[in-house]
């Protein structure tokens, strides 16, 4: 059966479907047309999942670990507090008393409308097969030969060529839907080839098993 990796886009989703080599690229406008894909075995999303009541989430300190000079890429999730915020500065004030200290950073607060958006459209219970991944994790850790830069000609090239050894990405990339961004539909197709492992039981996960207070899984697998 088929898998699906998603990413997030300026408030949407790209979706890549992948059924065995062929993967096909899909604009998804919210997170109920994310879950609303058929015939998906995992979906792995690049977006925080299990939040945290009141500090940093242990996969993202080792998911940054693992990266190192890419840690960056890992962006601290917010804890939950902060999904009930209708502006940047109430955000930081939750945070701080949720967390006894800690503001939030800019670009997590970017991430918010879509951690809430697939908060609600998750439920309770959430569906098991619903896991979050990061993209970086699947390049350097899994697929390989990744050592650059996403944005860079050399980092564009290395993630081309490592898809490129699990799914025809160049025919993806081609049938596009319009106005997709190449990084965000990388990282789709390596959020894709994620959840391909996850369903065949040989994906890796960084984190402490704990659970969120809506028993979300506070995990980053790839």
């Known amino acids: 059966m088929a898998v699906l990796g998603v990413d997030g886009w300026r408030g ?7 059924d065995g080599r062929t993967v096909e690229l899909l604009a998804l406008p919210d997170a109920a047309a994310v879950l609303a894909v058929p015939d998906v ?3 792995g999303i690049d977006m925080p999942i299990g939040l945290s009541d009141d500090g940093v989430r242990v996969c993202d300190i080792e998911a940054r670990r693992r ?9 601290p999730a917010p804890v939950r507090a902060v999904l009930a915020a209708h502006d940047y500065a109430e955000a930081r004030v939750l945070s701080v008393q949720a967390t006894g200290g800690t503001s939030l950073s800019a670009q997590a607060w970017q991430l918010v409308r ?3 958006a697939l908060d609600e ?3 309770e219970p959430p569906p098991e097969h619903v896991v979050e991944v990061h993209p970086e994790l699947a390049f350097r850790h899994g697929l390989g030969g990744v050592t650059d830069p996403k944005v860079t000609a050399r980092g564009f090239a290395q993630r081309l060529a490592a898809l ?3 799914m025809d990405v160049d025919v993806a990339l081609l049938d596009a839907p319009p106005r997709v961004p190449v ?5 789709a197709c ?6 391909r492992r996850i369903a065949d039981g040989t994906g890796e996960c960084v984190g402490d098993g704990a659970t969120d207070a809506r028993d979300r899984p506070m995990r980053i697998c790839w």
């Open 12 to 18: 949407a989703w790209v979706g890549a479907r992948l």
């Open 41 to 43: 075995e995992v979906v």
């Open 67 to 75: 990266l190192g000079r890419a840690g960056s890429s890992v962006f």
């Open 114 to 116: 879509s951690i809430r």
């Open 121 to 123: 459209a998750l439920g």
């Open 164 to 166: 490129r050894t699990v």
């Open 183 to 187: 990084v965000d539909a990388l990282d």
């Open 190 to 195: 390596a959020a894709a080839w994620s959840a």
